[in-house]
C-alpha cells in the first residue's frame, strides 16, 4: 500500500497523468465539437486507429515527421468524411455507421500494416519516427511544477492548447454559434439560411482532425510504433469523458484527466505485481461509474424526423 | 402599375407537392398576394396550408407548378435563397435555439464578426437598434428559454425584419398566444402593413382573419377552393369554403340517462419542470352516460390532465378516483382493465407506431390476455379475426390488416385507434382531440361512437379545441383557461360559441361556486 | 397504397443484395490491387470454400457461435437497445462454462447442460448491466456496452490466468476440459459439433419467441415506439432489461457451446469477435431470427473464403473486416436507394390520382 501512496503522491505520477491523458483529451474535445452540433459520433476509435497506422507508415517512409502526421490526419478524417457523408447525406443509422468504421479500423489497419511490414501484430518493423519531448525554459527548472509540466510531448502540449482553441471556436466564433446553433435546433438554423449539413460535416471534420491527433499521438508519442487494437476503447472514453463534462469544454478536459489518472494509476498498480488483468479493468470501470453519474447524454436526438404531413 | 401582373408582388402558380409517402399535399394550388396587403392562407388542419408556405420558403421542393416574385420567376431551393429575395417565414413552432441568447439568435446566419470572432456585442447592438425601429421591445441578453412565448414570437418577427424581407410569412401565429398577445400581436401587424410590408397570415380562425386581412385564399384538402377580397365573404361564406358545408353540426342525440359516478377528479395540481402549474387545482366529476366535454384553447392544460388520468404522467398532488377507488399510482395495463381508454392527442406518438401494421396496431391493449394466446404463442388466427372485424366495423380504409400504419391517412389511422380504444369494453373514455386534422367523415364517424358508447353507458371525457365540435357532442362542458377550469354548463344544449369563446379567452370568469357544481360525488 | 407497400418491400430486399455486391466489389478491388495473381485470388476466395469436405465443414463450424450471437442480438436490438455487450457475454459466458468444465466432475451428459447453463447465466448477466444502466441512469448502451465488453476481456483473462491455468499448457490456456463435458462431433470428417442443432434449435425458438410471442410482439413495439408501448400498458423498463438479459443468455451459451464444441482448453487471449459478427449478421437478417442462418452461412463463406485465399496468396483475412463494414454501412444508410425509392411512390400515386379521376368522370 505505501509503495502505491507514494507513486501516487509523486510529481512521477502527475507527469504520467498528463502522458496517459492525452489521447483522451484530444479525443473528448472531438466528441465534444461533433455532439455541440448534435451528431451522435462512436466512430472516434476507427479514426483514431487509422490516423496511428498513417502517421508511422508516413514518417517510416517519408523519414519525415511532419509527413506523418499529414498522413496520419489525412487518413482519420477520410474515416470522419465517411461517417459524414453516410450518416449527414445518406441519412444512415450514426449508432451502426459507427460500429462499422470501428471494425473498418480494428480490421483495414491490420491489413494495411500486412500488406505493408508483413507483420499482423506491430509496426516495429517499418522505421518510423517519433514526435519529440521538448523541455519549456524555466519552467522546466521549478522544482515539482518544472518535473510535472516539462518534457512532454509536442503533442501533450497541443492537446492542451487544443481545449483552449476548441473553448474559442465554440463559444467565440460564428462558426461556433452556428455548430451549437444546428445541434440544438436544426430548423432554426436552416429556417435562417444556415446549411445545416455542411455545418454538422464541418463539426465531424474539426472533429476528425482532432481526433486524429489524438490517433497520431499514440503511435508517435506514447508508444514508438502502432500495435493491432492499440486505441483499446479510448475513443470510447472520450465520449463517456465528454458526456461527464456536459458538452462544456473545461468540464471535459477535466473528466479526461480523471479518467486518465484512473489509467496512470492502474499502470502503476501493474508494475507492482498485482494481477495485471485486474488492474487494466481499473480505467474501464472508471467509465462505466462515470456514465452513471452523469446519465448519459441529456440532448435529445437532433435529427428527429419530421412528421412530413403538416 | 397599369400591368396586372405587376399588382402582384408574389404569385404561386400551379403548386403540386406529393410527399414521399404517398400523400398529396397541394394539388395545382394557385396564391397570389399584393403588395402591402395582409393576405390571408386558410383552410382546416391538414389542408396544405404550410405545406404550400415550405415551398414558397425553399423547405420542401413541388413536383410542379412555380413562383413568380417581384415579376421575375424564382427557384426557391432553400431558406437561404427565399431570405435573398426578401421572403422570411415566423413558423408555427418557433425556429429558436433556445439555450442561446436573443441577440445570438437574432443574428444567427448573419454574425457580425470582429477579427475573424463573433462581435456578441455588435449583435446586442443590431438587436437593440431593430426592436426600437420597430417599436417591439426585447431584452437582447436574455436567453431564448426564460421568454414567455409572446416574447419569442416577437424575436421571430423582429429577426427576419433584421434580415431586411418584404414579405413575412406567418405560420398560425396566434395558435400559442394569449388573448392579448394576440390582440398585441394584430397591433405590430397593421403598423408593419403601413410601412409597406406584405404579410401571408395562415389561420384557420375565421374571426381573426375577418378582423386582419385584406385578401384570403382558402384550401380544403391541398386545393384551392376560393380566393376573395374578405370584405366581400361572410364567416359563414368563408367556413363553407373550408369545410364544404355549413359547420354547424348537427348530432342525433337522446338526452343522457346518467348514473354512477365513475370517474372523480379532485384538486388536481401538476407543475413542469420549470414550476409552472400546468394543471391548478382542477377537480370534476363523470357519470355513467355522460359526455363531459373540455373546451380551451390548446396548452391550456388538457394534454396534461390526459396523460395524468390515464397514468402517462405521475400525479403531483390531488386524488383520481375511478368507482371510488384512488387509481393514480396503478399501472397503465391496471387502468386499461378496469376500463379506461384513452384517445391521445398526439396519434403518431402514442396512439400507433407507424412501421408496424394495423392489426398489432389493434391489438396493443390485449395481445397478452389468455384468449389470444394459444400453447405459449399468440393465437393468430384469433387475432385476425378480431382485425378483420374491426377494420370493417370502423370502416378503416386499408389494404389488408398487414398494412403498415404508414401507409394510411390520417383519418384512418385515427380510426384505428379508436377501434382499439372502442372496442375494450370501456367504462371511461378519455379522449383528447379525437378528431383533430382528420377528414370530415371520419370525424363524423368518431363523434357518433363517441355517443354511441355514452348511451350503452361509458363516460366519455371529451376534450377538444373545435368549439362546435365540443358543444355539439358534449352532454355537459368545462372551459379551460391557462391550467385552471373557468366555466362549467350543466346543460350544452342553448350554449353557443361566443359564451364558451369569452370564457376560454379569459374574458369572463364564473365563481367558485357555479364551477363547483361538476363535482358530485 | 397496395403498391406503395410493394415499392417498400422490393426496396429492402434490393438494398441488402446491392449492399452485398458493393461490398464484395470493394473486395475484389482491393485484391486486385495488393494480389499479384488476383484471378487465382480471387478463385480461391469464392470457389475455394467448397472445394473439399472439410472446407465446407469449416463453413459450418465458423457459423455455428454466430447463429447464437445474431439471434441473441436479433431480441436485444428489436428492443431499439444498441447493447455491443455479447460480445462480452460470448467471451465471459466461454470463461465460465471452461471452470466447470475443467473444475467439476459431473455424469456425462449433465455435466455440458451444467456448464452451457452456467455460460449462459454469466452472458444475461453481462448483457443486462447496459440495460440497467440505461433504465436507472440513461447512460448511453453503446459506450457503456463496450467498457463492459473490455471489463470481461480482463476477468475473463485474470480467471483462466489465476484459477484454472494449465502451467503445461506452454502458453495461456485453461486446464484440458474434462471429457464429459465436451460436446460430440456429428460427422466423422469435420469437426461439425452438436452445438450446431443447438443453435438451430435456438433459431427456431428465437423465431418464435421474437416473432410469434406476446413477449416478442412488446419487444419489437418498444423499439419502433416506447411511446405508444407504454400508452397501450406495456412495462417498457421490465422489457427492455428482460429481453436483454435474454440476448445475453443466448450469446452466453454461443460462448459455452463454442468451448465444449471446438476447442479442447479455453485458449483465448482476446475477444473473438462473434459478437460485433452477431451484430451484422442481425442486421443483415433485418432483426428477424428466421433469416439468421442463412446470414451466418453468408459471412462464415466470407470468412472460409478468406482464410484460403490468405493461406494460399498475400491478401491477408482480415479484407472480411472491410466487407463486413461496408455491408453494414449500407444496409445502415436510409437514403441509399431512396431516391429511386421515392421516384417509383410519387410515380405510382399519380397513377392513382389518374385513375381516381378517371373513375370520378366515368361516375359524373
Redesign the interface.
Known sequence: MDAIFSSIFSAEFVFSVLRVSTPLIFVSLAALVVRNGGVMCIAFEGMMLFSALGAVIGSAFAQNQIVGVLLGLIMGMAIAAIFAYFVLVLNSNGVLTGLALNILGSGGTVFMLYLISGDKGSSTALKSLMIPNINIPIIKNIPILGEIISGHNVLTYVALLTVVFVYLLINKTPLGLRIRSVGENPHAAESVGIKVVKTKFIALMIGGFIASLGGIYMSMGYLPFFTRDMMAGRGFMGIAAQNLGQGLTFPTFIAALLFGSAEALSNIMQSLRLPSELMQMVPYIFTLVGLMLVGGDKNKKASKKEAKNE | MNNVKDEYILSMENITKIYGNGFMANKNVNLRVKKGEIHALIGENGAGKSTLMKVLFGQEQPEEGKIIYKGKEVKITNPLVALDHGIGMVHQHFMLAPSLTVAENMVLGIEPKNKGFFDYAEAVRLTSEVSKKYNLPIDPNAKVKDLPVGYKQRVEILKILLRGVDVLILDEPTAVLTPQETDELFVQLRELRKQGYTIIFISHKLKEVKSLCDNLTVLRNGRVTGIASVADLSEQDISRLMVGRDVSLTIEKDSPKTKKTVLKVRNLTYKNSDNKALVSNVSFSIREGEILGIAGVEGNGQREISALITGLEEKQSGDIYLFDEEISSQSIRKLREKGVSHISEDRMTFGTVADASVEENLISDRFYKKEFNKNGLLDAKKIADLSNKLIKEYLVKCDSKNAEIKTLSGGNIQKVVAAREFSANPKLIIANQPTRGIDVGASEFIRKKLISLRDKGSAVLLISADLTEVITVSDSLLVMNEGKIVAYFDDTNDLTEETVGEYMLGIKHQTAEEIGGCCYE | ??K??KI?NQFRVIRVALSIAIALAIAFLIISF?SNDPLFTMYNFIIGPFTSINRIGNIIEVMTPLLFTAVGVCIMYSANQ?N?ASEGAFFLGGVATAYIAVTYSIPAGLHPVVAILAGGIVGAFICGIPAL??V?????P???S???N??CL??G??II??IIRDPEAGYMASYKFIKTAVLPDLFSRTNVHFGLIIGLAIVFIGY?YLM???WG??I??IG??P?????????VPAVIIGCQLLGGFIAGIGGAVEQLGMYTRFQYQ?LPGHG?DG?MIA?LARYNPKYVPLAAFFLAYIRVGADVMARTS?V?V?????I??????FV?????L?GWK?KK??K???EA?VEEEDNAVKEA
Open positions: 397504397m397496395n406503395v407497400i417498400e495488393v444498441i455491443m444502466m440505461y436507472k441512469f440513461k447512460a448511453l453503446v459506450v457503456s463496450l467498457m463492459i473490455y471489463v480482463y476477468l483473462l485474470f490466468n489465476y418464435l410469434k410471442s406476446k410482439y412488446s419489437r413495439m419502433k415506439n411511446n405508444f408501448a407504454k400508452y397501450s400498458g406495456i412495462n482476446k460485433f451484430v442486421i498475400d491477408p482480415e479484407i472480411v473486416s472491410i463486413q463494414a461496408v455491408i453494414i454501412i445502415a444508410s436510409e437514403r441509399f431512396e421515392l411512390i410519387v405510382s400515386t399519380k390520382f
